[in-house]
């Protein structure tokens, strides 16, 4: 096992180990990036992006009494996702992403943010813009952070693809230094999600 695929200038990503290396976590934003063999780097040191949707609770424990946070970590889980369900987006939620990234970066347990309300935008939806930019900008620095999780499958939800593309070139612009994660399920034709596939994110295939 041991791969992920560059398409049409982004990565495809399979469930397929190919390397990982511990890195620990710090008070500033970890830089994510992927190399030239098309594996991903975390601060400079490669990773396979082990992850979970979604994690534990952030305070809670094992049986044991480890944090769950530390638990996954030092098992080799690399990041979860985290955020609201649809509609709820606000103050409230607000806060408890706050803490969920704090207790990210303590522990090294990175966050992919995903906001369901943020990840479709069209062109005069001026609020959800400006309310996207505003979150980019209060999360880029955290050191909890690893993705920005963009819509969830777009061929399959009939999304148009100038809205997922607003949410990547938003994101992008302000955080060049977090990828930009879409999911796509390869049903229907192999063309079908091509469209929706921005340049740099890093983009994974259902099978």
Not at 11 to 38: D, M, Q, W
Not at 86 to 106: C, T, Y
Not at 155 to 161: A, R
Request: proline residues 11%.
């Amino acid at each position: 096992m041991g791969k992920a695929l560059l398409s049409q200038g982004f990565v495809v990503c399979y469930c397929e180990f190919f390397l990982f290396s511990e890195f620990g976590p710090g008070a500033k934003a970890a830089r994510i990036t992927i190399g030239s063999h098309n594996v991903i780097y975390v601060d400079g040191q490669p990773a396979f992006p082990v992850g979970f949707t979604k994690g534990p609770p952030p305070d809670s424990k094992t049986p044991s009494g480890t944090g769950a946070y530390e638990e996954m970590k030092t098992n080799g889980t690399v990041f979860h996702l985290a955020g609201p369900r649809p509609g709820e987006w606000g103050p409230a939620a607000q806060a408890e992403l706050d803490h969920i990234l704090v207790r990210s970066a303590q522990t090294g347990f990175l966050t992919a943010i995903s906001i369901p309300d943020l990840q479709a935008i069209g062109s005069n939806d001026t609020r959800k813009q400006e309310e996207l930019r505003r979150v980019v900008e209060r999360y880029r620095n955290n050191g909890g952070l690893a993705f920005w999780k963009a819509r969830d499958e777009p061929e399959w939800g009939k999304v148009p693809v100038p809205f997922v593309e607003r949410y990547y070139d938003i994101v992008h612009k302000l955080d060049p230094d977090h990828p930009v994660w879409l999911t796509q399920a390869p049903r229907g034709t192999e063309g079908g999600p091509r469209p929706a596939r921005p340049p740099q994110p890093l983009a994974c295939e259902r099978g």
